[in-house]
């Protein structure tokens, strides 16, 4: 959005500019705010002669003016005269779906990529629909809104072109940028169609005619991403880059344990220091996810605001603060896991008898740490109060569920808020929860012009919503052929509320790959945790994977069986565990991956001692993948993961760039944290304050990893979460291969492993 002047506008106000009705044009003014480079923009005013969007609403006029020759329904593309513009609608935050959302228009509107030029898109739920970052959602959500934009005005242009040369449309085609007339030779660009094609009619969607997959010419290429020069240049891309007139930098300190208050600060200490302008204690309304109390301070720079930061001194009310103890948890799963939890998940048959009659049973306990997301860049958020309302600049994930916690915390109408979406520095679900941009928007209704909140590694690290811990206890039974004969899996895991698990901790019959056997029962005791946790990339799946892959590792070894045709045989025949549903697991599609990742590995080759091969599955954000890795294991019980095969089947791929990007990154991930990434809590306090106790992985740890594909011919899913869940089974499974030792804790220090 342009920061020298905004204008507002409503329903009635897109209306008349998409029809050029002057006089309701400026009878509606002064609703909702808009940009005036926005406004420049939809009206055609820069030059765009085509605009398309994904419900056409609008008719277009001809004349002179560029603007009048304008077609601007709702804006997914605009083709203008010397490139073609298309937004990009979903927050990029590195995963790729500023380059890939605007390939999947490009692909149908037949546009030479080097003729795209791609743009954020604003937030407007009304235009661009569900706007938002999570769950490997962005593509599946908009895959055939994209399409269809893209097709209808590939449509236009054609009918366009037909009418100028007087022949039928179907006697044309499109290619980079251009229709073809195959019988005469002749061609003419996007660009010479525009104005025309700007009065035809706009193609009803039943009408369109989308391309096969064998038809795709862009998607399934390798196409760098649209911010990679900027990036590799340093240009202002993100929030900590952006300049306003008078910005303030802001700093915020809240209790060092959920729930403490400050009773009182060295605030006038504070205010005399060089460069500060203002601090002050905010209450807050005591919810986690909006405003919980702390001190602000607001200086000149970012160096006087850390300064003071430093000298502050609070004394904090801690008598309703929370006093979680992760060793006081290990303590209580120690108790529960000997007898089924309080809650049944799923049950059937009589596992108790099946345990008692099998050939063999065996039985193991795993748990795993809390982690945090440690995303690159450190919250940061820029508000501006000004002319009763609120305008912001945050690389949210959810920026349309911000703003009714805006809204709350503010005290303003949601439509007197303005999100302005920036690229992220990661991610991985901790932006999908909002409570920064509510602690800049309340310290920004305290101070004059704009400001600018920027958390430390620190903050980070202290008040993230954390990736909980777990504790499980499986039983299995295997009759005299080594076939599963029982399951029983108890889960201790943590609740606010003590009603609900908190994210990713609720354990269900999907954790099992494949049709759970015959005698099962899955029950789950919930621990009361008052600090806040949330969804960490691939929420559930990257726990139960590790889980559950590596005990049907161990049931395979047991029954001295292939672990690949054991995890073959769960699955059983091709078909849809939820019959109809294109989301749900197939296990056809599970096999398939398993093979392929097993032959690129070299499944079954002999390896020298000290090295092993580890197999895992596991189905997460409707992708099936399979990874193979290869470790070794030396003396000292210090492991080397040379390399992570990873198959997956997502459907077509968009761009096998961002696709392969996405499935490297998944590795490094997980292999970093099950190596010795671990969060503890005493006394509700994080004890782990900066990278220099949470050791990421290095450069020199990194495995090589292969990636390979199978495109079936469903709709595709996202990739940001599906390939990391399987990366700690079959590293933790490769360990056992090299040395005959289980890892059954993570991170694998605790076991006494080294990374």
Sequence with gaps: MSHDHTW????????????????????????????????????????????????????????????ARAFAPNAWLAIRERDILIYAVNPELGQGVKTSLPMIVAEELDAAWDDVHVEQADIDAARYGQQFAGGSRSVPTHWEALRHA??????????????????????????ESHVLHGPSGRRLSFFELAAEAARQPVPHGDALKLKSRDGFRLLGQRIGGVDNRAIVTGAPLFTGDLQLPGLLTAVYQKGPATGARPREANL???????GVVDAFILEGNGLAN????????????????????????????????????????????????????????????????ALAGAARTLEADYRYAFVTHAQLEPQCCVAWHRDGGLELWAPTQAPQRALPLLANVSGLAPERITINQSRGGGGFG??????????????AQRVAGPVRLQWTREDDMQHDFFRAGGFHRLTAGLDAQGRLAGWRHRLVSFSADGSNAVSGGQLSAQTFPGSLPAQHRLSQTLLPWRTPCGPWRAPGSNVFAFVVQSFLHELAVAAQRDHLGFLLEQLGPPRWLQEGDPGALHTG?????????????????????????????????????????????????????????????????????????????SVIDGVSTLFALAVTHENGRVQETNFHRYPLLRMAQAPAVDVHFIESDVP???????????????????????????????????????G
């Design 8 to 67: 507002r506008f409503d329903d009635t106000f897109l209306r008349a500019l998409a029809a050029y009705e002057l006089p309701a044009l400026q009878s509606a003014l002064a609703v909702r705010r808009i940009g005036r480079r926005r406004f420049l923009q939809l009206s055609g005013i820069t030059g765009a002669l085509l605009v398309l969007g994904a419900a056409p609403v609008a008719r277009a006029r001809t004349g002179a003016d560029p603007a």
């Design 150 to 175: 893209g097709a209808a005005a590939r449509a236009m242009l054609v009918g366009a072109a037909a009418a100028r040369w007087g022949v039928a449309p179907a006697e044309c085609s499109t290619a």
């Design 268 to 274: 006038d200490e504070i205010k005399r220091l060089p």
């Design 290 to 353: 909006e405003l919980m109390p702390g001190v602000a301070i607001v200086a000149k720079s970012t160096w006087a605001a850390f300064s003071a930061k430093a000298a502050l001194r609070v004394e904090w009310d801690e008598s309703e603060a929370a006093t979680d103890s992760w060793s006081g948890a290990i303590r209580a799963a120690e108790d529960i896991l000997g007898k089924d939890g309080a809650i049944e998940v799923a049950a059937r048959g009589d596992v108790e008898a």
């Design 430 to 443: 901790r932006r999908l929860v909002n409570e920064w941009m509510c602690e800049t928007a309340a310290i």
């Design 589 to 665: 599609r599970a096999a398939a991956v398993l093979r392929l990742a097993a032959e690129k590995a070299g499944w079954g080759r002999a390896l020298p001692p000290g090295r092993g091969l580890g197999l895992a599955f596991y189905f997460s954000h409707a992708g099936h993948v399979a990874e193979v890795a290869e470790v070794s294991v030396d003396a000292d019980k210090r492991v080397t993961v040379h390399r992570v095969t990873v198959a997956a089947d997502v459907g077509p791929i968009v761009n096998r760039s961002g696709a392969e990007a996405q499935c490297e990154g």
């Design 716 to 754: 595709p899913t996202g990739l940001g979460e599906p390939a990391l869940p399987p990366v700690a089974p079959a590293v933790c499974n490769a360990i056992f291969a090299a040395c005959g030792q289980r890892i059954r804790r993570l991170p694998i220090r605790e076991e006494g492993f080294m």
